[in-house]
């Protein structure tokens, strides 16, 4: 009898060191773009009959007497593969209810230990989508930023720890996933903020502008909007009283944000002196013991976090970057000629998904999770 396994589990499982196999059916391309840590890839498709022939290839690929969780896209190859498997005799098969699907929808909360203010990461683990919960410990009043679609998430985080949400930003127009937060703002009766500069992105929507260096006040906790441009024209960063930089695409631990999305008429050369600009005279402006929040971390096309482990603080301070970031040691013109020759992939239908977030298409969840299939790719 075949078992259906969730997504939630079977990464406990892989947290927990527990011994099983995960094998993936969908095509080899597919899989080589994005997986999940540690799968075995062995295509199979939903009208495929698992023969003598397919069996001996399967057993050289895995080790048959170690449990089977079995993955593709959606659940639907991969429960024909579970089935098929377990009429030849695998007698402990169970396949990801939901597929990558459902994988892409994995979240972890991680309280980040700074002064005053406690701040919850919420990482998204597949596709390394960091968003985060502000809360004043004092009068348990709470902002959430940066929320993906998933806003039961961030709703439960900030009411699983007693806090009223009262403000929802977003720190940009999001290029790799569909944001959340006018949903959650909507959901909740509290307003939406952006960038001042985001109305010259067009959007089809109202919201509240923040200018710059304006001051938000979260119960006892401030929200400074810092004018950040380069990733985007109307990216703001947000610094958290005087204790926490949440950097948005801005700077990550291991890197800076790609700037040729919006700015693609030059392949990005003007949005990576303006990303120079705002790096150099704005985030490093800050104190060293600032610690630094940013809005991704890449995942590997093995599903494994690059500068950061899953479940733990995806952060920096200010002083480690300055000092440990080799990128940030260059001059402006070294700094664009390696923003622009380092690029990965753009985020699969990115240019769909930035309609969507500027409010100029609606899409219902399905077509979401079409449009966000695979890994984040906003660092250059």
């Not at 396994?5 to 995960?22: C, D, H, K, P």
């Amino acid at each position: 009898m075949v078992r259906e396994i969730s997504a939630e589990r079977v990464e406990r499982m892989q947290r927990a060191g527990e011994s099983f196999t995960l094998v993936d059916t969908r095509p080899e391309g597919s899989f080589e773009a994005w997986h999940m840590p540690d799968a075995v890839n062995f295509t199979f498709g939903k009208e495929e009959t698992l023969t003598d022939e397919r069996t001996a290839a399967f057993d050289r690929r895995v080790d048959g007497d170690r449990p089977i969780v079995t993955v593709c896209a959606k659940g639907i190859s991969s429960q024909h593969f579970a089935d098929e498997l377990a009429s030849a005799g695998y007698d402990d098969v169970a396949v990801l209810e939901g597929g990558m699907e459902a994988w892409s929808a994995v979240y972890d909360v991680i309280e980040i230990a700074v002064d005053s203010v406690e701040i919850l990461q919420l990482q998204r683990r597949a596709k390394g989508c960091l968003g985060y919960v502000v809360g004043d410990p004092e009068t348990e009043k709470a902002a959430v930023v940066d929320a993906t679609r998933h806003t039961e998430e961030f709703r439960d985080a900030a009411s699983e720890r007693g806090y009223e949400v009262t403000a929802v930003l977003d720190t940009h127009v999001h290029a790799d996933h569909v944001s959340g937060g006018r949903a959650l703002a909507s959901e909740l009766g509290v307003p939406y903020y952006l960038g001042e500069r985001a109305r010259e992105r067009g959007l089809a929507y109202e919201y509240t502008p923040l200018e710059r260096n304006e001051v938000l006040r979260i119960g006892s906790v401030d929200l400074k909007a810092l004018w950040t441009p380069g990733h985007t024209s109307e990216m703001v960063n947000y610094l958290v009283g005087e204790t926490a930089l949440l950097s948005a695409d801005t700077l990550f631990v291991d890197g800076t944000g790609r700037t040729e999305l919006e700015f693609s008429e030059d392949a990005g050369e003007r949005g990576a002196r303006m990303q120079y600009e705002s790096i150099h005279r704005t985030l490093l402006a800050e104190p060293d013991s600032i610690t630094l929040l940013p809005g991704h971390v890449t995942v590997t096309s093995e599903g494994e976090f690059e500068g950061g482990k899953p479940g733990k603080p995806v952060r920096a301070t200010v002083g480690d970057l300055r000092t440990g970031l080799e990128v940030l040691d260059l001059d402006e013109e070294a700094f664009v000629e390696r923003s622009l020759e380092t690029l990965p992939e753009k985020p699969p239908n990115y240019e769909r998904v930035i309609e969507v977030n500027r409010g100029k298409e609606d899409v219902d969840g399905d077509e979401a999770t079409e449009l966000e299939l695979g890994p984040n790719n906003c660092s250059a």
